[in-house]
């Protein structure tokens, strides 16, 4: 997604803010100042975002957020409001378990490109299971990435199930019809904030 004001943020977060501190025409420079949610616009969840003593962000090995990934292709399969099982992701074209273990998925359910800015983002997804969060924990991936949020409600037990394994959520893709195969390269790479319970990344697939 963007970086911008115009993208949704989470409920109780502040919306992306950008202000100048210089501009061109007074001062001969542009420096701009911005407030912002780190869990706003595509972005990467730390162990440490509910975890008081989880791997922060800045801690993370980088070699988790690039190589090969598999999509899970659930455009026909998700339905809004209701929770995915571990067949629906089955179903969804994955390899066998032996090719996801140390390797990256990417759900696809073309929830977010359509509603980044408006006020469904975070209304009425589809979401996981636990026992869904519990199998995929199994199967040994190393991260997840996803166009919806993986829960539908508070105490948001899936983003526990997951970041308690070490799996790092990557969250609110968009663009993703554009990459055209089952299986891709997956480039991630978070901000380095120090002590962060995530950070804002720019991600890339590469497909050749």
């Known amino acids: ?12 977060h502040p919306n992306i803010s950008m202000e100048p501190i210089t501009t061109h025409k007074a001062d001969g420079r542009s420096n701009t100042k911005i407030v912002f949610s780190i869990h706003t616009s595509t972005h990467i969840d730390s162990p440490q975002h509910f ?13 988790i957020f690039y190589g090969k ?3 899970c292709d659930l455009r ?9 099982t571990i067949d629906d992701l089955k179903a969804g074209g994955l390899p066998n ?20 800015t408006g006020p469904d983002l975070y209304k009425g997804n589809m979401y996981l299971s636990e026992e869904t969060a519990h199998w995929l924990v199994s199967t040994g991936i190393v991260a997840l990435a996803m166009d919806f949020s993986v829960d539908g409600h508070y105490p948001y037990p899936c983003h526990q199930i997951l970041l308690a394994a070490g799996i790092p959520l990557i969250e609110n893709l968009i663009n993703i019809d554009q990459i055209g195969s089952a299986e891709f390269t997956m480039i991630a790479l978070p901000m380095k904030i120090e002590k962060g ?8 697939a590469i497909t050749d």
């Open 69 to 71: 990934t598999y999509v």
């Open 97 to 116: 378990e032996d090719k996801l273990r140390n390797n990256r998925m990417l759900m696809y359910a073309d929830w977010a490109a359509s509603r980044w």
């Open 76 to 84: 026909q399969i998700a339905k809004p409001g209701h929770p995915l």
């Open 197 to 204: 319970d995530g950070a804002p990344a720019r991600v890339l």
């Open 51 to 63: 975890y008081s003593d989880g791997t922060t962000i800045d801690q993370m090995d980088l070699g």
């Open 1 to 12: 997604m963007p970086f911008s004001p115009s993208v949704t943020a989470l409920e109780g």
